[in-house]
């Protein structure tokens, strides 16, 4: 039997102190099958505001079953939904989407975009994921100049993008990044690069140039022969493309 943990790990250190002041609570939507990301989960209005019924109308769905704390409304006893203040939203933003057991609910594709499938949240193993089985998974690419805490990327093109925009290195410099990217960094920075010996021999050297010209040919195929940041909106924090809105972007 498998000994996946299925049951997320509370990120909140100590209990929010409870106000009597209410805001409007919030829901996790699933955006419509005709928007960029189509059907990845977000955090939206509620339904009683006048945005939460223009969502509804052009084609998202509210999750209202994923969207409940444990917090129960002073005047009704009902269970309260998320708010982005009392939640820590801008932090721990599907805590209460996986408590209320919504993992299996997320697109293949978001759980890649959040490199979930390499770290899930919460304390989580991979097999809360039941929807990867069936899918081929891109091997995870680490930034050797970035510290160990430092979030992979999923492609090549995503780690030469992320060396141009986020080291500022020319297009020579950050294809290099790639004979290195196999592994976690260990240190980063300004940190010396510390190897063993046994990955100074010729051959290892020559097996890792092999890899990254290996890795520069794929991302020339999907389209990246000189990344420049162009009209891309960039995320400050991981160094990372924003698909959508940037309310929408999560780091890791």
């Not at 059907?39 to 509804?56: H, N």
């Not at 991979?126 to 899918?135: G, I, M, S």
């Not at 592994?183 to 290892?204: C, D, H, N, Q, Y």
């Amino acid at each position: 039997m498998s000994d996946a943990v299925m049951e997320p790990q509370s990120p909140f250190k100590e209990t929010a102190v409870r106000s009597e002041n209410r805001n409007i609570p919030n829901l996790y939507w699933r955006k419509g099958p005709n928007e960029p990301t189509a059907g990845w989960i977000i955090v939206g209005p509620g339904l009683e505001t006048a945005q939460g019924k223009r969502w509804r109308d052009k084609g998202r769905e509210p999750l209202i079953e994923y969207s409940y704390t444990d917090r129960t409304s002073p005047k009704t006893g009902a269970r309260e939904t998320i708010e982005y203040t009392a939640d820590g939203l801008s932090r721990f933003r599907y805590y209460w989407f996986f408590k209320n057991g919504g993992a299996k609910e997320f697109s293949v594709e978001q759980i890649v975009a959040h490199n979930w499938h390499i770290n899930p949240p919460y304390g989580l193993s991979v097999e809360a994921f039941p929807q990867l089985a069936e899918w081929v998974l891109p091997e995870p690419l680490w930034c050797p100049i970035c510290p160990p805490s430092a979030p992979n990327k999923n492609s090549p093109a995503q780690l030469i993008q992320h060396g141009m925009i986020g080291h500022k290195l020319g297009l020579a410099e950050a294809r290099e990044l790639l004979k290195d990217a196999r592994t976690p960094p260990t240190a980063g920075g300004l940190s010396p690069v510390i190897r063993r010996k046994s990955e100074m021999t010729p051959e290892a050297i020559a097996e890792r140039e092999e890899f990254g010209k290996k890795m520069v040919a794929v991302a020339e195929a999907e389209g990246v022969g000189n990344p420049t940041t162009g009209n891309l909106q960039i995320c400050n924090n991981c160094g990372g493309q924003i698909v959508g809105k940037l309310a929408d972007h999560v780091c890791a």
